[in-house]
């Protein structure tokens, strides 16, 4: 099992974030007992996170909050940083915008639990070239989906998730939605993504 926390940064979950999601600070204790769940489990986490400069094509002083979107999660700023309840445990962090020589060694269960994946896009596969070879290397049979937002990166994650991993679980009382643009369920359920809350998760790991 590989966890797979979804862009839990400060510029979308406090009210004082750049780009603020109304609600996602509610979300903050089924983080954070996420978080507590893969530690005391030794259960590997996927943090994504975006991570722009001043000419993403993503970002627009006059944003449609569809394509495009003020400025959130410059690289270097407080606003780029996890939360409290997600800050990732001593991770490897692999940069959008470098390329790195990975060895297998590098994914062994001893050597890191936490991997950060920064991007400068929507979907994680298409923000960062090292996505595919990262999840290849886990080869996780089943991925644990959390995060914001439902309807922009998240959506992205599950979809590009669900093509190469055979279990993808979203835990739907972690997840939280931008106004304005269509939510993904309907797709989801045809790829065989299953929505599942934080309780059931909790109950499927200790059937295990
Ligand atoms: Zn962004």
């Known amino acids: 099992m590989l966890f797979w926390n979804v862009d839990t940064q400060i510029d979308f ?33 996927v943090n994504t996170a975006d991570y722009h400069y001043a000419n993403s094509a993503e970002l627009d002083s006059s944003p449609d ?35 790195y020589l990975i060895t297998p060694g590098l994914f062994g269960r001893e050597e890191h639990r936490n991997f950060v994946i920064r991007k400068d896009a929507f979907d994680v596969f298409t923000g960062n070239p090292m996505t595919e070879k990262i999840l290849k290397y886990l080869n996780p049979d089943t991925v644990v989906v959390y995060g914001v937002t439902t309807n922009v990166c998240v959506d992205a994650a599950v979809k590009g998730l669900a093509k190469k991993v055979n279990n993808v679980y979203v835990i739907k009382d972690a997840i939280k939605e931008l106004p304005n643009i269509p939510l993904p369920f309907e797709t989801w359920e045809k790829k065989g993504v299953e929505l599942i809350t934080l309780e059931k998760l909790k109950e499927l790991m200790t059937a295990n």
């Open 65 to 99: 909050f569809v394509n495009t979107f003020p400025e959130h999660c410059m690289a270097g700023t407080r606003g780029a940083d996890y939360i409290r309840e997600t800050d990732p445990e001593d991770p490897v962090i692999f940069d959008w915008d470098k390329e």
């Open 13 to 45: 979950v406090y009210p004082r974030g750049k780009l603020y999601v109304q609600g996602a600070e509610n979300l903050r204790p089924q983080w954070k007992e996420l978080t507590r769940l893969a530690k005391e489990n030794s259960i590997r986490v």
